[in-house]
T-cell receptor
Framework: GQQLNQSPQSMFIQEGEDVSMNCTSS?????WLWYKQEPGEGPVLLIA?????ELTSNGRLTAQFGITRKDSFLNISASIPSDVGIYFC??????????FGPGTRLSVLP | NAGVTQTPKFRILKIGQSMTLQCTQD?????MYWYRQDPGMGLKLIYY???????DKGEVPNGYNVSRSTTEDFPLRLELAAPSQTSVYFC????????????FGPGTRLTVL
């Protein structure tokens, strides 16, 4: 089946730093989603992207739908301890089910 | 709204035992999904349903069964538990229109020994 790659696999940052992560696909998508999962919980939707080039923010989080439609990016500004978790991307084309990436594990050091 | 609820939260099974994982949503979503999440991996789709009475296989359906008799409920059945089914199971639901953003339950952690 389709595969998504997420980079980096994990990252350790200092509180206050900005974070960048990305998600790439071998197929083009028309919808990208970004989720956050905290320990022992289900994924929670952060941002949804619907067209190529779109840039959408949710507080300190900003996500972009790549121009090639094969990638998406998530940035977190001024990280805080509660940003800790696993960030998943998901993408799909019309009429298809979402495919999920393996996640980027974020640790924030005080 | 409670959103998507799942029971039980944890379960340990012996090889060959059976069990049903329960999932209920109160958002009147037509679409419902079952995923499994293995360590370090993304979510893999087991089964999904586009409405009551309609179910379809996802990427990894072997060893599982589902039914959808109501809009709210979408139980997942394991008939003969195997160690390979040790995983965390998530149920999700979504509207059929729009971008189809999925809303997830808190998960069921299953261990098969």
């Amino acid at each position: 089946g389709q595969q998504l790659n997420q980079s980096p696999q994990s990252m350790f940052i200092q509180e206050g730093e900005d974070v960048s992560m990305n998600c790439t696909s071998s197929s083009i998508f028309n919808t990208w989603l970004w989720y956050k999962q905290e320990p022992g919980e289900g994924p929670v939707l952060l941002i949804a992207l619907y067209k190529a080039g779109e840039l959408t923010s949710n507080g300190r989080l900003t996500a972009q739908f790549g121009i090639t439609r094969k990638d998406s990016f998530l940035n977190i500004s001024a990280s805080i301890p509660s940003d800790v978790g696993i960030y998943f991307c998901a993408g799909r084309n019309y009429g298809q089910n979402f495919v999920f990436g393996p996640g980027t594990r974020l640790s924030v050091l005080p | 709204n409670a959103g998507v609820t799942q029971t039980p939260k944890f379960r340990i099974l012996k090889i060959g035992q059976s069990m049903t994982l329960q999932c209920t949503q109160d958002m009147n979503h037509n679409y419902m999904y079952w995923y499994r999440q293995d360590p370090g991996m993304g979510l893999k789709l087991i089964y999904y349903s586009v409405g009551a009475g309609i179910t379809d296989k996802g990427e990894v359906p072997n060893g599982y069964n589902v039914s959808r008799s109501t809009t709210e409920d979408f139980p997942l059945r394991l008939e003969l538990a195997a160690p390979s089914q040790t995983s965390v199971y998530f149920c999700a639901s979504s509207y059929p229109t729009g971008a189809g953003e999925q809303f997830f339950g808190p998960g069921t952690r299953l261990t098969v020994l």
